[in-house]
């Protein structure tokens, strides 16, 4: 099993999400995140006066998968959070030695 | 003269919507904060509402609009004859010479001293002991608003020289944005000023808290007639024109200059505007009372980009609004100034016045400007001496809400949603003596 994480712009949510569902993949965890990569956030302009935001707002997507499955789940995410401009964000993944469902107490694939 | 009672009626709801500015302005400041100073920036404006009525009838308007036996005081300071409205109270039952009881007249000036206090506060945002904020609070309003009031409408030598200033420009707004330029310059900048953008935490908050102020703003303009008469409409209509046209100057300049107009612009742009008619609204055709707008709106919304160039944290841009407002204001009486239906002492340059009124109004906006300056540099660098102004560093970053007052402003987390969450973000657990059986 793995664990694949995106950190995505947050307007590709909805697009990444629907691309998902639609690749079979039945549950994810989402959260707020911010940062930066090689773009090192951007200046904005405000009352006149320009502030550098490093930390740029972003949606962190993680998803438990089957390791057959991982390399296409990953490719699904990266098609649909693509826009080609800077700050499209990136996606990893790592091995997983052990998943429980809480409510059955069920480990390993079948957790998923 | 009778008291009269519509005038009476009038001047009792002008009262009210003059105190209503105040915690109007908390609204105005607190939104511009970050969220975690909100309830501080606030309670400023409410602990000015405490310290300053209390001390207005203790002995402030005594020292404002009383009288001493010296003539030669009496250009600087009132008297002692009033104290505690010594004097005042006969007429909530007899007939006096303004047509209004005298005890509502002092009334209606206290919401003025309250809010100029208040005003002073989006100077020192998030970093202010408030003790010291308090202390300060009632030496100001002591030192510097009560002779500065006299001066301008207690009989002082600004009025005695013919120094127009109908409704407060420069002794609320002149003299507020003196306060909190000498104020921001003792404390200091914030910590992270200029690197990190400290934006407004809620435009929403900004926006009621400018509404609430332009609402009451007509009773602190139309009001300062003392009268339900055809200049308190006069003043009404300018009020409102100068508001508006200011508040559409603003954001102008800043599509033009940032490539928006914000929310935060049309709210400081209002206050701009409302600010810079103040002193003018009895004296102006409503025509000019526009002009007057756009060139307030126009040149506030610059001027709040000043703190950053000389390196001040004034920051609500208080300096900005009312002290470059209040200029605008007072300073174009000497040209625009109309004298038909009050009576003021001479007429602008436009109205064939020539110089002669604009040289007295620049003389009182500057004198109330470098008076209030010194002053307040003076006190507030006692009070830091003997108190400390300023909270601790650490203090600060963590948030001046949870560690001045110990509440935060928004109860939003499930995990800390008692709101008692300690500097370094844990919750502070309740210990209570386990008693052994």
């Known amino acids: 099993m793995r664990l694949i994480t995106a950190v995505i712009k947050p307007f590709k949510l909805d697009e990444v999400k629907a691309a998902l569902e639609a690749f079979g993949v039945t549950g994810m965890t989402v959260s707020e995140a911010s940062g930066y990569g090689r773009q090192r956030g951007h200046t904005e302009v405000y009352r006149g006066a320009e502030y550098r935001v490093d930390l740029v707002p972003k949606v962190r997507v993680e998803i438990l998968a089957e390791e057959d499955d991982a390399e296409d789940v990953i490719d699904v995410i990266v098609k649909a959070a693509q826009t080609g401009k800077i700050g499209d964000g990136k996606v990893w993944s790592v091995p997983v030695d052990t998943v429980i469902r809480v409510r059955t107490g069920e480990r390993g694939p079948e957790a998923l | 003269m009778k008291i009269d009672g519509g005038s009476t009626a009038w001047m009792l709801v002008s009262a009210a919507l003059v105190l209503l500015m105040t915690p109007g302005l908390a609204f105005f400041y607190g939104g511009m904060t970050r969220a975690k100073s909100v309830l501080n920036m606030m309670l400023m404006s409410f602990a000015g509402i405490a ?28 008297g002692f004859d009033q104290l505690g409205l010594n004097g005042l109270l006969e007429t909530a039952t007899k007939e006096d010479g303004t047509g209004v009881p005298s005890l509502l007249f002092s009334v209606f000036q206290m919401m003025f001293a309250v809010i100029t206090v208040a005003l002073i506060s989006g100077a020192i945002a998030d970093r202010a002991k ?32 013919g120094v127009e200033d109908f409704a407060g420009g420069t002794a609320v707004h002149i003299n507020a944005g003196a306060a909190a330029l000498a104020l921001a310059l003792v404390l200091g900048r914030r910590k992270g000023w200029r690197k990190e953008p400290m934006r407004p935490h809620s435009l929403p908050l900004v926006l009621l808290g400018a509404g609430l102020l332009w609402f009451g703003w007509f009773g602190f303009n139309a009001g300062s007639q003392l009268a ?24 102008v300049v800043e599509k033009l200059r940032d490539g928006h107009s914000t929310t935060l612009g049309v709210a400081s742009g209002a206050v701009a505007g409302l600010v810079a008619i103040t002193p003018a609204c009895a004296f102006v055709t409503p025509v000019w009372a526009i002009v007057i707008g756009v060139l307030a709106g126009v040149l506030c ?53 020539g110089l002669a009124q604009l040289g007295k109004q620049v003389l009182g906006a500057v004198a109330v400007l470098v008076f209030s300056f010194v002053v307040t540099y003076g006190i507030g660098k006692a009070v830091d001496k003997l108190m400390g102004f300023r909270i601790a560093s650490d203090d600060e970053v963590a948030g001046i809400d949870i560690t001045q007052h110990a509440e935060t402003g928004y109860d939003l987390g499930s995990i800390h949603a008692s709101g008692v969450v300690s500097a370094n973000g844990s919750t502070a657990t309740v210990t209570t003596k386990k008693v052994e059986a």
């Open chain 2, 51 to 78: 310290v300053v009525s209390v001390l207005w009838v203790l002995y402030g308007h005594s020292l404002a609009f009383g009288t001493s036996g010296s003539d030669f005081l009496n250009n600087f300071i009132g």
């Open chain 2, 228 to 251: 339900a008469d055809g200049v308190a409409a006069l003043a009404f209509v300018n009020t409102q024109v100068a508001a508006a046209a200011a508040a559409g100057a603003w954001i």
């Open chain 2, 301 to 353: 919304a610059l001027a709040v980009g000043l703190k950053y160039r000389f390196g001040f944290d004034d920051s609500l841009d208080v300096v900005g609004v009312h002290l470059v407002g209040g200029l605008v204001g007072a300073v174009l009486i000497g040209f625009a100034g109309f004298t038909a239906y009050t009576e003021a002492s001479d007429p602008g340059l436009f109205y064939g016045g």
């Open chain 2, 130 to 161: 408030f003790g010291a904020w308090v202390v300060f609070s009632a030496v100001w309003v002591t030192v510097v608003y009560l002779p500065v009031a006299h001066w301008v409408w207690g009989g002082g030598w600004l009025m005695k020289l």
